[in-house]
């Protein structure tokens, strides 16, 4: 069996020609899949928008209603980046719902797949970096809540630090959030995650999957996790627009399965995302499509 995938036509909502987030992406993504044999209707799984109790298990009502009202002053809106058009809160909802949905699926099947996700950078009561709520976060607190799990880990390889995944779980003893991320980049002031791996400018392929291959085996063997929640930005990769590292595609290749292969062989289910990137976009969807090829492989070495 290939890994569920989870995802809603939806998720691509239009934005001005000259905007800088890739959007499209999405839907181009899907279709990347289909066309490279590592998706089909078997496997495609259709999310519902998070219910709003379980979205306020992270973000307060009177910051999500203000998001979906246009009701945002200036600064608030310039921070996330993004306008609040309908379509936009309409997807935002569903994505949220994607990742819960990923994570479930994962729960069940050993590992899934989000076409989606990653939104690492929305504080409870504000959104940046393109990111307006949080779904990783909230993904964990409704496990602990509705499904009892006692141990989740974040692990996050986004070029960019899950600053607000970090904040949010401080002193909160059931998840564990790990970030490699690089030092010098957005945001200017980081948080604390339970481990950070800072990389300097111009890191590659070799020094980056040795470092993460030294903290992630022994990390999964510390914690003994329940679930594995995995941010596989692409934007670590040389050509991004917005990173700072020097990964090739073969080398972001090599990440995804390190990570999948650690949990797998251990038994951890794990939930992917595809965080950020930011290049024209058919290298752009090529590498997101990496982590879903590596998902493949392992399910298939490891009898899933």
């Known amino acids: 069996m290939k890994p569920p995938l989870v995802y809603h036509e939806a998720y691509s909502a239009p934005l001005p020609s000259t905007h800088r987030f890739p959007m499209a992406k999405f839907r181009q993504l899907e279709g990347c899949l289909r066309d490279m044999g590592l998706a089909s209707d078997g496997q495609m799984h259709r999310p519902l928008p998070v219910p709003r109790r379980w979205l306020e298990l992270v973000h307060p009502r009177g910051y999500h209603q203000a998001f979906a009202r246009d009701q945002l002053d200036r600064r608030a809106q310039r921070r996330i980046g993004l306008p609040a058009t309908t379509p936009l809160v309409q997807r935002t909802w569903l994505a949220v719902g994607g990742t819960l949905l990923t994570a479930r699926l994962a729960l069940r099947h050993g590992v899934a797949c989000h076409l989606a996700g990653g939104t690492h950078h929305a504080f409870p009561d504000f959104g940046s970096g393109f990111c307006i709520f949080n779904d990783l976060a909230i993904t964990a607190r409704v496990l602990l809540e509705q499904e009892g799990l006692q141990r989740v880990l974040v692990v996050d390889l986004d070029v960019h630090q899950g600053d607000a995944t970090a904040l949010i779980f401080q002193g909160e003893t059931r998840v564990f959030t790990f970030s490699a991320h690089a030092a010098s980049n957005f945001p200017a002031r980081k948080q604390l995650s339970d481990l950070d791996l800072p990389f300097q400018d111009g890191v590659g392929d070799q020094d ?70 930011y290049d024209a976009m058919t290298p752009l969807v090529k590498r997101h499509a990496l982590v879903f090829r590596a998902a493949s492989d392992q399910a298939r070495l490891h009898g899933l």
Do not use: F, K
Not at 221 to 249: F, K, S
């Open 208 to 277: 980056y999957l040795s470092r993460v291959g030294e903290c992630l085996p022994a990390l999964l063997e510390r914690l003994q996790p329940q679930l594995v929640l995995y941010n596989a930005g692409v934007d670590p990769h040389q050509e991004d627009r917005l990173g700072r590292l020097c990964l090739t595609d073969m080398g972001l290749l090599q990440r995804d399965h390190l990570v999948l292969d650690a949990c797998l062989r251990r038994g951890i289910p794990i939930a992917t995302v595809i965080g950020g990137g």
